[in-house]
């Protein structure tokens, strides 16, 4: 868990539209229950951010996946109004 990944997220991005509603693992067509506001620093500038969807089963996969590079990330309850402030738990 990186402690700067969501310091100085963009507002742009959080609260956007999503495509879909299942989780984002590859082969998992369970209903998201939980986002992942993502971003690649290497590729993607600062107002690009991408979400995946993940369900309970699957959001720890998901998130040390993308903690695993480093990536700033920000991991919300799909229900509730995502926070710029990371680690909630
Ligand atoms: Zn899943």
């Given amino acids: 868990m990186s402690a700067r990944a969501a310091a100085s997220g963009p507002m742009i991005g959080l609260g956007a539209p999503l495509q879909s509603s299942t989780c984002s693992r590859a082969d998992c067509r369970d209903a998201g ?53 990371g680690d909630a738990q």
Wanted: glycine share 0%; with cysteine.
């Fill in 33 to 85: 229950r939980w986002r992942l506001d993502w971003r690649n620093p290497r590729i993607h500038s600062s107002d690009r951010v991408k979400t995946w969807l993940a369900c309970d089963e699957h959001v720890d996969y998901l998130s040390e996946f993308l903690a695993a590079r480093d990536f700033p990330l920000v991991v919300s309850p799909l229900a509730a109004a995502p926070e710029p402030v």
